[in-house]
């Protein structure tokens, strides 16, 4: 979402299968309460569109302006939203949006912050963009919570290499357990917080997790920025592509992501 840090998963068919799959049920269930019709929305760094999607249906005749860094994936976006007539599109800085203070009623942001420079000053600005009395609402994954079992060679070896990844480009894969701070750092005085999980554990689950995972780990972005950093060989990726193959298999493989939530009340 930012030119000031580089967004370390690119945009490989490993990567958007994953954000393909992203509903309001399955991503943002702790905004569902918060969202009626007639509500003005900002999705910010909205990726393929499928988690807009469900806002807009939920807050039409209300607008819902889909934002990301990436004019690509809007076109992908755009796809996913064909059928609403209440969905525009916008290339966005989330450090610097491009809304007038008090434009939205919702501002909401999913998987975004843990990829950019300053996520308070990414919640400042979300918090400028809401009307008074709106909410942000952030869901972010935290890696150093992930857990799998069994854990077979090579599967040990993925979350070190995603951390010097990460943290060399600017992110910060623990964004979970940092959000109440983020929000207290930039503003927020009225923040509530809560945490939900994804989980794989059915062949189907672990074949296609294995794959956005351990395939992202040998033909995405973030192999390339693990070999060019220094962090692991070519050989050593596919190593840990070999892992998550052999936990896929497992079965009584099973692996589940914790993600940390807020509702900030602007």
């Not at 809560?194 to 074949?207: I, M």
């Amino acid at each position: 979402m930012t030119a000031k840090a580089t967004y370390t998963h690119g945009h490989h068919e490993s990567v958007l299968s994953s954000h393909q799959w992203r509903t309001v049920e399955n991503s943002a269930a702790h905004l569902v309460e918060h969202l009626r019709p007639g509500l003005s929305v900002l999705d910010v760094g909205c990726g393929p569109g499928t988690i807009t999607a469900g806002i807009a249906e939920r807050v039409a005749p209300g607008r819902v302006v889909a934002a990301d860094s990436a004019e690509t994936v809007l076109d992908e976006a755009r796809r996913n939203t064909a059928s609403l007539d209440n969905v525009e599109f916008a290339v966005a800085d989330v450090h610097a949006l491009d809304h007038p203070d008090g434009t939205f009623d919702v501002v909401h942001a999913h998987q975004v912050l843990q990829h950019v420079a300053d996520p308070v000053q990414a919640l400042r600005e979300m918090r400028r963009v809401a009307r008074p009395g709106g909410i942000v609402a952030v869901r972010e994954a935290d890696f150093g919570t992930m857990a799998w079992y069994p854990d077979p060679p090579g599967m040990d070896a993925w979350l070190p290499i995603y951390y010097k990844v990460a943290r060399g480009n600017g992110g910060e894969p623990d964004a979970g357990r940092r959000l109440v701070s983020w929000a207290r750092a930039a503003g927020f005085t009225d923040v509530t917080a809560s945490a939900s999980a994804w989980c794989y554990a059915t062949p189907q689950e672990r074949e296609w997790w294995s794959e956005s995972w351990g395939g992202r780990l040998i033909r995405s972005s973030v192999a390339d920025h693990a070999v060019a950093g220094g962090h692991a060989t070519r050989a050593e990726l596919q190593r840990v592509y070999e892992g998550w193959k052999a936990w896929a298999a497992a079965e009584d493989g099973w692996y589940s992501v914790t993600h940390g939530e807020i509702i900030c009340r602007a």
